[in-house]
């Protein structure tokens, strides 16, 4: 049976980029264009790993980690937060929320995105 996947994303070239990739590598993908929907399709579908933008619309991915680790099955799904925010502050407060990594876009192709998922999932 394939891992499911969540990419919470709302460029969307970015996420057909990574919905191609990773069906390609028998992923089952489940996608999500905004926090609000993310968090309810994490809730729904319990993915093998959540792939996690932080700045987007309804829902920032911050607040979207929050909530599921509060959720008794959200507590320990693997997330991966991949966003433009290199601040300390972000990171820090993402892994004080147990994140698998902490990727920023601008260093990682999506390639390497797809070496991290097969590591964890």
Do not use: C
Not at 1 to 12: G, P, R, T
Not at 22 to 51: F, S
Not at 75 to 89: G, H, R
Request: cysteine-free; aromatic content about 4%; hydrophobic content about 45%.
């Amino acid at each position: 049976m394939s891992k499911k996947i969540l990419i919470v994303e709302d460029e969307l070239v970015l996420l057909d980029a990574l919905r191609d990739k990773l069906t390609r590598e028998n992923y089952e993908i489940i996608e999500a264009k905004n926090g609000e929907e993310g968090l309810a399709k994490a809730l729904t579908n319990h993915p093998d790993l959540i792939l996690l933008d932080i700045m987007m619309p309804k829902m920032n991915g911050l607040d979207v980690l929050k909530k599921l680790r509060q959720d008794e099955w959200g507590k320990n799904v693997q997330v991966i937060i991949f966003t433009n925010f290199s601040e300390v502050d972000k990171i820090s407060e993402a892994l004080s929320n147990k994140v698998t990594n902490y990727l920023v876009k601008a260093d990682w192709g999506i390639d390497e995105i797809v070496k991290k998922i097969k590591e964890k999932v």
